[in-house]
């Protein structure tokens, strides 16, 4: 966030499917991490800084 503050305004969910299955079986996924912008899947799997990057840029667009 240091390197991108205009990020901490974006809101996040985390969703940890051991502490919430219920919520977590609401998501189609099969690789964690899994990121969704407003119910749409942008990104799963292993995420490097740049996938992260893409995830929180899709965000603001929203």
Same mark, same amino acid.
């Given at each position: 966030?240091? #390197?991108? &503050? =205009? %990020?901490?305004?974006? &809101?996040?969910?985390?969703? *940890? !499917?051991?502490? *919430? &299955? #219920?919520?977590?079986?609401?998501? *189609?996924?099969?690789?964690? &991490?899994? %990121? %969704?912008? *407003?119910?749409? =899947?942008?990104? !799963?799997?292993?995420? !490097?800084?740049?996938?992260? $990057? $893409?995830?929180? !840029?899709?965000? #603001?667009? #929203?």
């Amino acid at each position: 966030m240091e #390197e991108t &503050p =205009k %990020y901490k305004d974006i &809101p996040l969910k985390i969703i *940890d !499917e051991t502490q *919430d &299955p #219920e919520t977590a079986e609401q998501y *189609d996924y099969y690789f964690v &991490p899994t %990121y %969704y912008v *407003d119910n749409e =899947k942008v990104h !799963e799997g292993a995420a !490097e800084k740049d996938d992260i $990057r $893409r995830v929180f !840029e899709k965000a #603001e667009e #929203e």
